[in-house]
């Protein structure tokens, strides 16, 4: 098992930045992919972002493509989402997740999800 808590969620203007954190606990946290997906209000849970347990890859939805940065941490068993030039488009719950395989995209590949964390942009 996988316990991930996220944090950093909050409100802010649009233009604004934001930092979200994972943090992990329980099993080792270096042998999972994680990703970040976001869910709006009367939407699907939609992917974010994605990073490799190693660091060697990322990746991104188009909505977000330069202008989100993942990172993470394995020593501190941590997961970041740095999230700049925010828009309104980009309120939503946020929700990390880990998984060993599958898809990168899809919300099925992820085995453990954290209870999410707010983010609001007020236009």
């Known amino acids: 098992q996988v316990q991930l808590v996220e944090s950093g969620g909050g409100l802010v203007q649009a233009g604004g930045s934001l930092r979200l954190s994972c943090a992990a606990s329980?099993?080792?946290?270096?042998?999972?992919?994680m990703g970040w997906f976001r869910q709006a209000p009367g939407k699907q849970r939609e992917f974010v972002a994605a990073i490799t347990w190693r660091s060697t890859a990322t990746y991104y939805a188009d909505s977000v493509k330069g202008r989100f940065a993942i990172s993470r941490d394995n020593a501190k068993n941590t997961v970041n989402l740095q999230m700049n030039s925010l828009k309104p488009e980009d309120t939503a719950v946020y929700y990390c997740a880990a998984r060993t395989g599958g898809s990168t995209y899809a919300t099925s590949s992820y085995s453990y999800w954290g209870q999410g964390t707010q983010v609001t942009v007020s236009s």
């Open positions: 329980g099993r080792t946290f270096s042998g999972y992919a």
